[in-house]
């Protein structure tokens, strides 16, 4: 089944040329929203190293939809190995341990073998030549036709139309976990205790009162853009649409993801006497592997634009992605009668 398209969009562009790694969105996410006990394990917002194996493990690997526009049959990722169960640390071990040596240091209980951030600045390539890695920050994309919405038996899971938000009633979801199946991204997480799905909301209660999401308002980098895909005037619609440099994340699986990343560019690669070879260090196979064949046009236009202002000529493009102040970077309507706080963090 494919729904109709929502009136309005709202959507999301990150600058990977931008992000730190610091993970401050993942900490503002998961404070604001996601600190029930069965939901430990689940971050709606997290930062991988790319290329690396993801979070949770290998999440790229199952579901989506197949050539005809049906749901394909997925996996749920294993809590050991795919997600890795939370840490548990004894604190007090090390406060006041009398130990003396100096090789008391505060480790997780057990022995843990995989976890979100396990494989953090891993990155790929020889050292010095061609060595690289780079940030990739994620959340569920609020497709247009979203394979969670199919997968789910109940009607659970829902698209708004006014804003195209994807949501789970969690009255109505039994738990059956064919959204987390179902969705490529593993985006829908399942709350242990409470046996029902939860995801991103793109902070419906923030979006309803025209303030961005909190993962974008905190971020130190301003690498997070936020608007309506069909706002002109709006640095979503001229990074994606006008420019043409924002791009979705794995296009192939047939869910038009509503989140899209402006690819990251890359010093040269070394030879043997550590001369630039003029070659980048980040594969464009890599980027293609994420953003597809539209990547390669991507990246020569920021090339190209970015040449212009070492020239000291104008680019809006240059200047949009800089984002001097960030109040430009938001660009949400509320809706009649709301009261925006500017200074919502």
């Not at 993801?54 to 526009?69: K, L």
């Not at 993801?257 to 043997?272: G, H, M, Q, R, T």
Request: charged share 25%; net charge negative.
């Amino acid at each position: 089944m494919q729904l109709e398209r929502p009136q309005r969009q709202v959507a999301m562009v990150m600058d990977l040329n931008k992000c730190l790694g610091c993970q401050t969105c993942t900490i503002a996410c998961k404070k604001l929203w996601n600190r029930d006990e069965g939901a430990g394990y689940a971050y709606w917002n997290n930062v991988e190293t790319w290329p690396g194996e993801g979070y949770p493990r290998r999440w790229n690997e199952t579901g989506g939809r197949d050539a005809a526009g049906q749901v394909k049959r997925g996996e749920v990722p294993d809590l050991e190995s795919g997600y890795g169960r939370v840490w548990r640390f004894d604190h007090q071990q090390v406060v006041h341990s009398d130990s003396r040596k100096g090789d008391q240091w505060l480790k997780p209980d057990g022995d843990p073998s995989w976890g979100p951030n396990w494989d953090e600045d891993h990155g790929a390539g020889r050292y010095p030549q061609d060595n690289h890695y780079f940030y990739l920050p994620r959340i569920c994309n609020h497709c247009t036709h979203p394979a969670c919405l199919d997968a789910c038996p109940r009607g659970a899971i829902s698209k708004r139309s006014e804003d195209g938000i994807v949501l789970v009633d969690q009255d109505d979801c039994h738990g059956y976990r064919f959204c987390v199946e179902a969705c490529p991204y593993k985006k829908v997480y399942f709350d242990t205790e409470r046996q029902v799905a939860n995801k991103c909301l793109f902070c419906l209660p923030r979006i309803e009162q025209g303030v961005a999401p909190a993962c974008a308002r905190q971020c130190p980098g301003r690498l997070r853009f936020v608007g309506y895909l069909d706002d002109a005037a709006g640095p979503i619609h001229k990074l994606v649409a006008q420019w043409q440099v924002a791009l979705p994340l794995h296009p192939e699986y047939g869910l038009e993801p509503n989140v899209f990343y402006v690819p990251p560019l890359s010093p040269p690669a070394l030879d043997a006497q550590g001369r630039p070879t003029g070659a980048p260090r980040i594969p464009v196979e890599t980027l293609e592997g994420l953003f597809g064949p539209p990547v390669r046009a991507a990246l020569a236009t920021l090339e190209a634009e970015r040449a212009k202002r070492k020239r000291g000529e104008p680019s809006e493009l240059m200047d949009l992605l800089i984002a001097y102040d960030w109040n430009d970077m938001f660009k949400l309507d509320a809706p009649a009668g709301a009261v925006v706080r500017e200074d919502a963090s």
